[in-house]
């Protein structure tokens, strides 16, 4: 497992990097060529437009013919005055036929500003409102120029050939990303989604990987647990089978205790083992009654006073006065007193030092467990409510069990509607603080 969670970890990672690269090089290709096609369109349109402007009213003329002979006065006339685009239509007349062209050429939606100039002397130059001002910004606007000519060939004599159309686009390449938006945006929520189940992925694997190691902890502890106490029953019953010791009639019930107490401490870690099943399966039943916490906590204090004598170390309470009723359940609330109690006891050092506070605040009653033993380091202290984990001690080999003692405690307490949290510091100790409802 150490040596394939990597190899999956990178493949995975190269796989994602690979795939970004070709999504941002398919969006560069798309983009160029959707700007390849819009540009097509608005050459193709230009140029009907310059068509459109030249041919339509191109056989108005300013002066009335008698005949088709023009005198030479008269052709000098139409050469020097003849009618420009600008004095033929007004300003919405030509935008609506550049409007009615880039419909038939799929630009129903693109923006536009126009302007005719000319190099006639009677000429003015026709522009739309915002054309000047949106000239001015070169760089997101795409300008097309086009000379109005009249076609080979036609009848349209009365137009300039010297008048120049100009079509400016604003703001095109905001356009063509507009074009693409449900690309891009698909684009980004599939890769979005990709990398999410990465993640998750990578986040499960190191999970399955913890779970390994707290599942192989488990099975060490377990087993160093229940040898221990057989091998101290197996050496009982050798001695029972001795004829001196069964003729001696106290030797007779040493061992016999012996067994009785290894069998119960065996009995008792099945039973924690069954208990954290249970947890499990959420169907531990909390028998609540209105109860006295502090009578509560006492009784939990008489089962630790003999640990705590027999490390020399001192156990000092501070219980508050007044209603210090609680909806418990008499066993667990005993019980996961118990189990702070005892963790203070199994990771202390020397001149061991408990102290219990109780404090009754409003509709809350507050618990306190304080000890100046080794302490945790901020990763354990995260941890110590993970069923299984264990927190290393160092130098002190003496602590056992299966690190489910303050999983319990943290689900007895949540189960009465309380809350716990930890502070601790390394080499100074530890404290536990505990919050209850007060019962009305």
């Known amino acids: 497992m150490k040596r394939i969670f990597p190899v999956i970890t990178i493949l995975i990672l190269l796989s994602l990097l690979g795939l970004i690269f070709f999504q941002v090089l398919w969006l560069k290709s798309s983009l160029e060529s959707q700007e390849q096609k819009f540009n097509e369109q ?15 009213k191109g056989n108005l003329m300013p002066f009335t013919r008698k005949n088709n002979s023009i005198i030479p006065s008269e052709k000098l006339q139409l050469e020097l005055f003849a009618p420009t685009i600008s004095q033929k239509f007004t300003r919405d007349e030509i935008k609506q036929i550049i409007r009615k062209v880039f419909e038939k050429h799929n630009l129903k939606n693109v923006s536009f500003e126009f302007s005719i100039s000319s190099s006639s002397l009677v000429s003015e130059e026709l522009a739309s409102e915002n054309f000047y001002k949106m000239q001015t910004d070169t760089l997101n606007n795409i300008q097309y120029v086009i000379p109005l000519e009249s076609p080979s060939g036609s009848n ?13 686009i604003p703001h095109a390449k905001s356009f063509i990303w507009q074009g693409m938006t449900w690309f891009i945006a698909g684009a980004v929520l599939f890769t979005l989604i990709i990398m999410c189940a990465f993640f998750i992925t990578v986040r499960a694997l190191l999970k399955q990987k913890k779970l390994s190691e707290i599942k192989s902890d488990f099975i060490n502890n377990m087993t160093h647990e229940f040898k221990t106490p057989l091998a101290t029953i197996s050496l009982a019953v050798d001695a029972l089978k001795n004829e001196k010791v069964m ?116 509709k809350e009653f507050k618990l306190k467990i304080e000890d ?36 319990y405690v943290k689900t007895m307490v949540e189960a009465h509607q309380g809350t716990i949290r930890a502070e601790s510091t390394p080499g100074k100790g530890t404290t536990f603080f505990l919050s209850f409802p007060l019962s009305k």
């Open 42 to 56: 608005l050459i193709n349109a230009t140029s009907l437009i310059s068509q459109s402007l030249v041919e339509e």
């Open 156 to 168: 349209s004599e009365g137009i300039s050939q010297e008048e120049l159309l100009t079509i400016l």
């Open 247 to 362: 003729g001696d009639r106290e030797k007779m019930n040493y061992f016999t205790g012996i067994i009785k107490e290894e069998n119960k401490r065996m009995n008792k870690q099945v039973e924690t083992i069954l208990q954290a099943a249970l947890l499990d399966k959420q169907e531990v039943q909390l028998n609540l009654k209105k109860l006295h916490a502090h009578e509560l906590i006492n009784s939990a204090l008489n089962n630790i006073h003999l640990q705590v004598e027999e490390k020399q170390g001192k156990l000092e309470t501070n219980l508050a006065t007044g209603n210090d009723l609680v909806m418990a359940d008499e066993v667990h609330f005993t019980n996961l007193i118990n189990n702070l109690l005892d963790n203070a006891v199994k990771y202390s050092k020397d001149n061991l030092k408990i102290l219990l506070t109780s404090q009754i605040t409003g």
């Open 372 to 407: 100046n033993g080794i302490g945790m380091n901020k990763e354990t202290l995260s941890r110590i409510f993970e069923k299984f984990y264990r927190a290393h001690t160092g130098n002190i080999h003496n602590v056992k069990g299966f690190g489910l003692g303050l999983s």
